[in-house]
Nanobody, 119 residues
């Protein structure tokens, strides 16, 4: 599975951005996709997760502001980010998990896209 994140940029506090993660390869095996982020001097953290079952989870820091969604075929996963805050500044990564019966789950990462929130 290959992942390509896009949509990052520079915005002011309160503005919005929409990130997209385009997938290719054996996407039919994906069970979960997530957006992670890593801010300056911080550890990478999970921001939002969407499962094949339709279940969705958000980090407390973004709940109510960010929305994760996907198309039916796992071709694109989107993160709509509203009311951005300076602390949302980070490199954002998309991630996919594919369960493998013989060896366990395999995790794939895309290259990050930089989101800068600055006044």
């Amino acid at each position: 599975v290959q992942l390509q994140a896009s949509g990052g940029g520079v915005v002011q506090p309160g503005e919005s951005l929409r990130l997209s993660c385009a997938t290719s390869g054996s996407v039919h095996g994906i069970s979960v996709m997530s957006w992670f982020r890593q801010g300056p001097g911080k550890q990478r953290e999970a921001v939002a997760t969407i499962a094949n079952s339709g279940g969705i989870r958000y980090a407390d820091s973004v709940r109510g502001r960010f929305t994760i969604s996907r198309d039916n075929g796992w071709n694109t996963v989107t993160l709509q980010m509203n009311n951005l805050k300076i602390e949302d500044t980070a490199v954002y990564y998309c991630n996919a998990i594919v369960p493998i019966a013989t060896s366990g789950p395999v995790t794939f990462w895309g290259r990050g896209t930089l989101v800068t929130v600055s006044s």
